[in-house]
């Protein structure tokens, strides 16, 4: 018997493991092909001056962020003010363990997979709030308290919106959500689900243009205005590997995860993932920021009606 545990036991570690370090170090180095893709979206330079095509620039902020001084304010709520960053980054983590990448290559198999997830990017909006409210500062509460607002409101369309994926392939198991697009992908037949589920990640992970919590323009730094050193890498990380779980997820509910012809499944998720990813940067150099008000109405007065139409057409089509 123990001839028989001992390898699923190891290759469960090795898949923890391995999918936990390539999340972290692709999000490190998403910082720099963050600044290289934008530096050619808008005609400058690039970090190019660290190492070959400026590569060494992640090494360099991470010594930074290693070696730069931990300021705990005396102000702030010192217990929350550590524990908010934290949250982030495990709650980010915690999203990965259910994403299916390839046959074999996965945390764990839940049958509840896309329910954790929800459950996971809900807890993220924590990190935030806590992070504004400990801080003691008048611009990181407007900014947690935008953080709040945002995130809450943009929750409820992006569940709305994966229900008729969930009703289609008649389980909430993110990996049989996959094998049920073997007839075609979901992006096709839940194409508004698909905009809007994208729009609420962008929302969800407080990126351009919807990085109203931060906004440096009107709130410094917003909800880490305090924060520097390892706490404010930690939330610099999560917003990256929130960039990355956003992306795998839309892959895997909509354009059929690692399901594709001639190269291997991993291949094809990575693919489909990085073209997401990219997506979201370039996004940051095309759009401008809306004003806060917009944001709701747009989400309240838009998103919404737009999801539950969806959902009650995919239903109507299922039952007929």
Known sequence: MEAVTEPSVLATLLNIGGILLAAVIFAALLTWGERRLLGFWQDRPGPNRVGPFGLLQVVADMIKLFFKEDFVPKFADIPVFILAP??????????????????GIGVIDLNIGLLFFLAMSSMA??????GGYASNNKYALLGGLRAAAQTVSYEVFMGISLMGVVMMAGTFNLRE?????????????QFFGFLVFLVAGIAESHRLPFDLPEAEHELTAGFHTEYSGMKFGMFFVGEYLSVILISGLITTLFLGGWLGPWLPPLAWFLIKTFVLVVFFVLLRAAIPRPRYDQLMDFGWKVMLP????NLLATAAILIS
């Open 177 to 189: 959500i996959v094998l049920a697009q073997e007839g075609g992908w979901y992006i096709v037949p």
């Open 306 to 309: 737009v999801s539950l139409i």
């Open 125 to 130: 909006v924590y990190s935030v709030i806590l």
């Open 86 to 103: 934290t949250i982030v980054m495990i709650a980010m983590l915690m999203g990965f363990a259910v994403l299916p990448i390839a046959p």
